[in-house]
Each structure stands twice: as C-alpha cells, then as structure tokens.
Nanobody, 112 residues
C-alpha cells in the first residue's frame, strides 16, 4: 500500500499562483510515475501533469507554459507549481502514484 498526502490548495485570484505538494509513503520499493489530475464539478477527472522517475513530463495542453511539475525521488514527493491561474483551473486536484494510488484531493479555487 502507498499513501499519498497532498497539501497547498486554496483560494487565489485569477493571475495568481499556488504550489501543490504530495508526499508518498508506505510500501514503496521502486520509483514510479507520479503526477496530478484534477476534477471540476460535473466533469470527468482529467490529466494535469505527470513525471516519470527519469524526469520525462507530460502536460495537459491547457496548462502548458503555466504549470510546472517537479519531483524528488529520494523523498518520494511531487510538486506542482501553478502560475497565471485562471477560473477554469478551479477543481479538486489529486496526486497519484503509478496511476494506482491516489491522494484524497486538495481544492483549488480561482476567483475572477
């Protein structure tokens, strides 16, 4: 079992920034892809950004140039720096480990 704990969500005005963090713990015997998805009310969960243990990244088109994912393999953490936030970024953001384990989610609200 892998446990994920997210932090860093909150309320911010459009154009502002937030940084999300996620720490993985438990039965971690190897590094795995980690990343972020989000789910807005009435919508399906969607990819935001992921990063492999080797550093390869994948971003949703809607966040490219605004969001940056990073990770620390030694600490089993992944972070998401979100800049130039838009109201449409409002959602619950979920951290994942290997697309198998998921955090409880952290709310990000961007006001216009």
């Amino acid at each position: 079992q892998v446990q994920l704990v997210e932090s860093g969500g909150g309320l911010v005005q459009a154009g502002g920034s937030l940084r999300l963090s996620c720490a993985a713990s438990g039965s971690i015997f190897r590094n795995n892809v980690m990343g972020w998805y989000r789910q807005a009310p009435g919508k399906q969960r969607e990819l935001v950004a992921t990063m492999s243990s080797g550093g390869n990244t994948n971003y949703a088109d809607s966040v490219k140039g605004r969001f940056t994912i990073s990770r620390d393999n030694a600490k089993n953490t992944v972070s998401l720096q979100m800049n130039s936030l838009k109201p449409e970024d409002t959602a619950v953001y979920y951290c994942h480990w290997g697309y198998t384990y998921w955090g409880q989610g952290t709310q990000v609200t961007v006001s216009s």
